[in-house]
């Protein structure tokens, strides 16, 4: 038999992926009246095992290192209320209609991991989108009258970027500000314009690129917040500065301060700061916690990642696994029958 395609929850129930049809006349594929989130699990390994990263050592040991403190072996879905509570504000504003509340949305993506049998680290796209214009209303750019699907899709993902950084171009192309298309909702349509700003990157031979906004002033990264790092003092660009609010660009903010690191300044970062920072790191659910070691060819830093970087990928990297008492709450067991 061949092999059958991964479950995927659409429209109220779980269908298979190859099982699915919709349409050539989707308003969301011709214009972009869509949103999207992408929700990461992580499989937490057994303490005893070798593959755990933490069983004791002098370098490891703190007061987090307490083993009753630790989640249980297990798969555990990381801020996934905050996702699907951020799905439904882009709902909100894009007038698509979201059926079901968060608690649902999370139990529905337990299950989905569980039907496909995806215990190890993955990662969840859930898309709601305008489906067709009901009958009777003519086809056209609008969102009234236009009916909505919700379909969530999940694959096994590990880190997909390197840990030991990346290079970044700073793009030509601008993103798009709040004023044209609200930069608070994960909208589909808006990532044409990340879209060309990684094609420009990656044809100069860059491995991301750092968006301005209109102000020439630093956003983000085509799929990542930023933060840069200079003399100890961590900043990254405020909410006024036309960025997408990043869960885990919160979660870090919130990592430092609470775990003994420096605090961070949510402010205006401006492009020359790129080249006179110490160090600089891109932060999103699907690259994690990523160092930039180079800025349009030149080093940043001494070129390597910095101390600080390396603190927020650990501290991340405890907070995703479960073994950070105080963000517990941010970790959803899913439980495999
Ligand atoms: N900015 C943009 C444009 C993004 O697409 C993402 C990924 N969702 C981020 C920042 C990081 O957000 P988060 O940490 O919530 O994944």
Redesign the pocket.
């Known amino acids: 038999a061949p092999p059958k395609s991964p479950w995927i929850f659409h429209q109220g129930e779980f269908i298979r992926a190859g099982d699915l049809y919709m349409g050539p006349g989707l308003q969301g594929l011709h214009y972009g009246t869509g949103v999207f989130?992408?929700i990461r699990s992580y499989a937490v390994p057994d303490p005893g095992t070798p593959s755990a990263p933490r069983s004791g050592g002098p370098e490891t040991s703190g007061p987090d290192d307490d083993r009753d403190a630790r989640a249980a072996a297990g798969t555990y879905l990381f801020?996934a209320a905050e996702?699907y509570a951020?799905l439904h504000r882009s709902c909100r504003l894009m007038r698509l209609d979201l059926p079901h509340s968060v608690s649902e949305l999370v139990d529905i993506t337990a299950e989905l991991l569980r039907r496909n049998e995806l215990n190890g680290h993955a990662y969840i796209r859930p898309v709601v989108h305008k489906l067709a214009l009901r009958p009777g209303t003519p086809f056209g750019v609008r969102l009234s009258g236009v009916s909505t699907a919700l379909t969530i899709m999940a694959m096994p993902m590990g880190a997909y970027v390197s840990r030991d950084g990346i290079s970044c171009g700073v793009s030509s192309w601008r993103r798009i500000p709040d004023s044209s298309l609200p930069v608070n909702a994960?909208v589909t349509g808006g990532?044409a314009n990340?879209a060309l700003a990684v094609d420009e990157a990656s044809a100069a031979g860059y491995d991301d690129a750092i968006m301005l906004n209109q102000r020439g002033e630093v956003a983000?990264?085509?799929?990542?917040?930023i933060f840069v790092v200079r003399d100890g003092q961590v900043a990254t660009p405020h909410l006024g500065a036309d960025?997408?609010?990043?869960?885990?660009?919160?979660?870090v903010i919130d990592l430092l301060a609470s775990e003994g690191g420096p605090r961070t300044a949510e402010r205006t970062v401006l492009r020359s700061e790129l080249h006179m920072a110490d160090e600089v790191f891109l932060?999103?659910?699907?690259c994690q916690v990523v160092p930039v070691v180079t800025i349009d060819g030149r080093p940043v830093g001494d070129g390597v990642p910095g101390p600080v970087t390396r603190l927020v990928q650990e501290l991340h990297h405890r907070a995703t696994s479960g073994q950070l008492p105080a963000y517990r709450h941010l970790n959803h067991p899913v439980v495999f029958r």
């Open positions: 989130e992408g801020q996702h951020r994960k990532y990340n983000e990264a085509s799929t990542a917040n960025i997408l609010p990043g869960l885990t660009r919160a979660a932060t999103g659910t699907g």
